[in-house]
């Protein structure tokens, strides 16, 4: 077996007390005297003793104490070094600071009841004054040094375990961080597929008619939709680009999407889409406009533009209807089209429009759907659905 390396300072400590040690016996400089033996060499013993534990102090703290109070105690039965007795109280102090938890929890106790233990014995042996003197040193050489060194391992666990929930606080800080921002991307994401999706597919439809179709008032009519939308795409996304850039406090708060826009918005989709035969229809069951909480207002407005725009792309032919109707702490919106084959051009679909719809919706703990429906006629329609709660207290906390 390979015994562990001595730590550097602890040899230099163990050199320095053998030194001093040695200094001492040499001037003849003794604890007392009329010991048992009462050679000059013994005091060597102990002192060298105690210099070997010094150097483990760190390494093997519990080897070093149980050899440290072997040589203290055969200290006692020679004329006594100070130094020995110095060293000894470091080794005390060693094996709590740096020994396993159980022996630093044991220590203290054990050393305090071997200087009662001591003490009383004494007392009742000499029945004396002295006794107290005799209890007194012990304490100071045993019981001090490790209620000292309780202290300082409890101070330095506290500081470990401070730094290691600075550690965790900073982790999670960096987790919520990243969260946060894959978050706001995601946001990002919506608001710019829901404002520019809509332009880009009338631009798209509009542009396939006037290619495939060899008539200038068709051509001409087409071209104007598609510069009427393409003025209007750039214009949604010059705002959101001025809302990205936007860092200061001192920048005024930049208007938001509410369902009071509806009636513009369903007029440009008649425009875009009265080429394709697509008619739209607004129906407001709501006790008047009420104010709604911004989130909803803003989450209704995308999920009706985008269902407008899908309606653009891929309905046949017909009415389109936007219904609203608010009951029961919550906000129904309804966007139904006609489901079938469209005869016209359409545009391509990625289906990112149904994931930002329903990841609106889930991020105010609403409910959401979207699918082909009958229609009562023998035919179907292709529905959307949202149920929006009015309390968003816990948006922010499911976000």
């Given at each position: 077996m390979t015994l562990p390396r001595p730590h550097r300072h602890d040899v230099l400590i163990a050199a320095v007390g053998l030194f001093g040690g040695l200094l001492l016996w040499w001037f003849g400089l003794y604890v007392s005297g009329e010991r048992l033996f009462e050679q000059r060499w013994a005091a060597l013993v102990p002192l060298a003793v105690m210099s070997g534990a010094e150097a483990l102090r760190r390494t093997m703290p519990r080897t070093a104490l149980f050899t440290g109070t072997l040589a203290i105690v055969a200290d006692q039965f020679t004329n006594g070094s100070l130094a020995t007795v110095l060293m000894f109280t470091d080794v005390m102090y060693a094996a709590v600071v740096y020994g396993p938890p159980a022996s630093a929890r044991r220590i203290p106790y054990t050393t305090g009841l071997i200087t009662v233990a001591l003490t009383v014995v004494l007392l009742i042996w000499?029945?004396?004054?002295?006794?107290?003197?005799?209890?007194?040193?012990?304490?100071g050489i045993a019981f001090l040094p490790a209620i000292t060194g309780a202290i300082v391992r409890n101070h330095r666990n506290a500081a470990e375990a401070a730094r290691l929930r600075a550690e965790q606080t900073a982790l999670l800080a960096e987790m919520d961080r990243a969260q946060a921002v894959v978050a706001e991307r995601a946001r990002m994401a919506r608001e710019l597929h829901d404002m520019v999706a809509n332009h880009l597919s009338a631009i798209a439809i509009h542009s396939t008619a006037a290619l495939s179709l060899d008539d200038p008032g068709t051509t001409r009519q087409a071209l104007t939709v598609i510069r009427e939308n393409s003025v209007a795409g750039l214009a949604e996304m010059r705002r959101l680009i001025g809302l990205l850039r936007e860092s200061g406090a001192d920048t005024e708060p930049a208007?938001?999407?509410?369902?009071?826009?509806?009636?513009?918005?369903?007029?440009?989709?008649?425009?875009?889409?009265?080429?394709?035969?697509?008619?739209?229809?607004?129906?407001?069951a709501r006790d008047g406009d009420g104010?709604?909480?911004?989130?909803?207002?803003?989450?209704?407005?995308?999920?009706?533009?985008?269902?407008?725009?899908?309606?653009?792309k891929h309905a046949a032919p017909g009415e389109v209807r936007v219904a609203l109707s608010q009951e029961d702490g919550a906000l129904t919106v309804t966007v139904s089209s006609p489901y079938g084959e469209r005869p016209g051009p359409s545009a391509p679909g990625s289906g990112a429009g149904l994931v930002g719809m329903r990841e609106r919706v889930a991020l105010l703990g609403g409910v959401f759907e979207a699918g082909p429906v009958p229609d009562g006629e023998g035919r179907k329609r292709w529905r959307v659905r949202a149920g929006l709660p009015m309390d968003t207290s816990g948006e922010e906390r499911r976000a």
């Open positions: 000499w029945q004396n004054a002295v006794a107290l003197l005799v209890g007194v040193l012990t304490g208007a938001t999407a509410t369902l009071a826009g509806l009636d513009a918005l369903l007029a440009q989709a008649g425009a875009n889409g009265g080429p394709s035969g697509l008619s739209f229809v607004l129906e407001d104010d709604l909480p911004v989130p909803v207002g803003l989450a209704a407005y995308r999920i009706v533009q985008e269902s407008l725009t899908n309606a653009l």
